[in-house]
């Protein structure tokens, strides 16, 4: 049954994406990914997916040569010989989000696709699904949170995406009303640090009383100082499930952590292995919103769920501008992680294409577990070259959440610890 | 290749054991311990291996149906099953050498040989050897320490085992070299706790002298006070490798560590996850020596190699008198773990029957990591049989090593904190 791995494809594409509001900008007209498709001697395919920013894209293709001759099982000798061919190459990360990039998180965000195409594969093999070989899933249905973005109605010069604005409380309700209605989801997740904190905290109170049964998250990606925080937790007591990163860095969390009545989540300030000790040691978080692709893969993923559970931190799922590949292993992850104790985010209402032919959808707020070998979803190469053409022609090789606003509000900048 | 899970067998067996001398007593003329075999509808078999006190073997034979029609990569659906059936129940530990027992704990050894067993046969289903459903192996050979122990010549009442007494430091010293003469071992751990501290130190410098190239390892099983542990850790500064549960407590091991020059390493306290925050924090340990038998199986020891390197925790392995399908779980464990950081303990040398036609050898110190589908080894029936009828006939049925020990010297107590 060996079926040793004889070439790896690496494919930037671009699809079209919003105009998402944030606090490092607003979403370009095309969001960049990576989609990966390593081949076995037998002529079977595993997919992953990952960012398409310039940088990574280019650490990606000096890495795929080297799985060459891989037992697809061997995702220790892939990390190993990933590591061995990067040498402490670094890929920039221009915005962000996730802090400053380094040696190690570049390698991590390098070998998760891989991993997860080769995971893929080790389904199709074995005909189980990913998530057997992760252990097995815990639950039937992986619920997802509904996410909600200020926007614009359309991109400077563009077409109406059909959302229609949300500038303002009401715009928020109205977009929430409408995702809740086609995709049934049952828990709110609202992107802030666009306003100031009195215009979100608004907000999040006009969706708490538009749609009371619903708890909502707010996230204003590090806008915030401690002082701001503190005041917009208080505010928010008994109206947020939890709060993610209001600010920025681990003791400027922990400080907000100590007083605020709700918990605290990141995807900012714990994003790698080496974040956690000083994390558990301040009390930095109360949940980690993982993601297997900067978390190092979908085992990678496995470990940080088992320390969350092992060290009492709560564990929820963060997501980027994503296709169908990716929100499979999302759902395969969730599916076999124990100590899920939040739905997930996803950006999938935003993205109307996609790379695979039936994508996995969201139903009752829910994704049902797939169980068909690997992850489940099938390539649909005419989306691919379709979407790889449309990043040949959109001009765009990095997200730059913040040039693109500045093209409208020449004086913008990112908003840190802006209030 | 559905293959599902049709009977499960548990075998308690007896084989002969040296008189080894502990803290805790001395080892019995016969060890126990428990066989699962694990069958699927194609006729394969899995094997695990645990420990075969009564108590543990009745919450075994309760868990044991419960696998039936499980496939055999659903582990985390066993163990779900498993805790649903054994609601809480507990399987008291006589000789206590890993703290008291607990549900949580008589869960995670229950759960330990059936894993295995379902990783043996997904690793025959799919050919692959069980390290590479870990990830793979990331070393070819796994380093082991020669295991010294106080002993006498022979059992009351029973012929020379060959191995001849060892009761001050020429003793051990001579045991060090047969043992190292015979399996190459590269480093040395020696069982103390059972006499005075001084005469433990002097044996310690005697090895150091006689094979001053062997590292040493000193675990007296918590048998010292705090103020004893960091006398021997000040006398002993620059001889050991690490000092392996001087005392007893993760608050007690706390104020050694703070003063002791050597690293301390644990098997007594911190056996399960949620030992860890309070050991991170206060800094109890430096080293854990994992054991899936009592950490819940492979997948769950791998957690733990895991949240050692994240926690920088040095990882090394535990060993308790055991067969060769023991034997070849901790290889398959230890091959796949980059967390392991030193040579693994095991009484392999001590036992000289087995269930398994071919036991992995020693050779040089060092295991070589089988790559055979599963875990490599194959059940001798024959020697199943005979070792079971053993079981029956020799009467034991929990180890007591403290009331065996009293047959002798009448007054015997355990030492915890008796120096």
């Known amino acids: 049954m060996a079926d040793p791995i004889t070439d790896v494809l690496v494919t930037?594409?671009?699809?079209?994406?919003?105009?998402?509001?944030?606090?490092?900008?607003?979403?370009?007209?095309?969001?960049?990914?990576?989609?990966?498709?390593?081949?076995?001697?037998?002529?079977?395919?595993?997919?992953?997916?990952?960012?398409?920013?310039?940088?990574?894209?280019?650490?990606?293709?000096?890495?795929?040569?080297?799985?060459?001759?891989?037992?697809?099982?061997?995702?220790?000798?892939?990390?190993?010989?990933?590591?061995?061919?990067?040498?402490?190459?670094?890929?920039?990360?221009?915005?962000?989000?996730?802090?400053?990039?380094?040696?190690?998180?570049?390698?991590?965000?390098?070998?998760?696709?891989?991993?997860?195409?080769?995971?893929?594969?080790?389904?199709?093999?074995?005909?189980?699904?990913?998530?057997?070989?992760?252990?097995?899933?815990?639950?039937?249905?992986?619920?997802?949170?509904a996410y909600l973005f200020y926007k614009w109605e359309r991109h400077p010069g563009g077409e109406p995406d059909g959302w229609g604005a949300a500038l303002d409380p009401d715009g928020i309700v109205a977009q929430a009303r409408a995702m809740v209605a086609r995709y049934g989801f049952g828990s709110l997740k609202l992107k802030g640090g666009v306003f100031p904190p009195d215009a979100e905290i608004a907000a999040v109170r006009a969706l708490r009383t538009a749609l009371p049964d619903l708890p909502v998250r707010l996230d204003p990606n590090a806008a915030w100082t401690v002082r701001t925080s503190l005041r917009v937790a208080r505010e928010l007591d008994g109206d947020l499930q939890y709060l993610e990163d209001p600010t920025a860095g681990r003791q400027a969390m922990a400080r907000v952590a100590a007083d605020a009545p709700m918990p605290l989540a990141t995807n900012m300030c714990v994003v790698a292995f080496d974040h956690l000790p000083e994390a558990v040691r301040l009390g930095s978080v109360q949940v980690i919103l993982a993601d297997h692709h900067y978390w190092g893969g979908l085992r990678a993923s496995m470990r940080l769920a088992a320390m969350c559970e092992t060290f009492g931190i709560g564990l929820s799922m963060h997501s980027n501008s994503h296709l169908g590949i990716s929100l499979a292993a999302m759902v395969h992850l969730a599916a076999a992680a124990p100590a899920l104790s939040y739905p997930c985010d996803t950006h999938t209402p935003w993205a109307v294409d996609d790379v695979v032919t039936s994508p996995l959808s969201i139903v009752d707020g829910s994704v049902r577990v797939p169980d068909a070998p690997g992850l489940g979803v099938t390539l649909d190469e005419a989306a691919l070259d379709r979407l790889h053409r449309q990043y040949l022609e959109c001009g765009i090789t990095a997200r730059d959440d913040a040039g693109y606003l500045r093209t409208v509000r020449t004086d913008f900048r990112r908003q840190v610890a802006a209030w």
Chains 1, 2 share one sequence.
């Open 12 to 145: 930037p594409v671009a699809f079209a994406d919003p105009p998402l509001l944030n606090a490092a900008g607003v979403h370009q007209p095309y969001a960049l990914r990576a989609v990966v498709r390593v081949r076995t001697a037998s002529g079977r395919t595993g997919l992953g997916e990952t960012y398409g920013d310039a940088p990574h894209l280019a650490l990606l293709r000096r890495a795929a040569p080297v799985l060459r001759g891989l037992d697809v099982f061997d995702t220790n000798r892939m990390v190993a010989r990933v590591a061995a061919e990067l040498r402490g190459a670094d890929a920039p990360d221009a915005h962000g989000l996730t802090g400053a990039s380094s040696p190690t998180k570049s390698l991590a965000r390098v070998v998760s696709p891989f991993e997860v195409a080769m995971l893929d594969l080790a389904g199709q093999l074995t005909e189980r699904p990913v998530h057997a070989l992760l252990g097995g899933k815990v639950r039937d249905a992986v619920p997802f949170a």
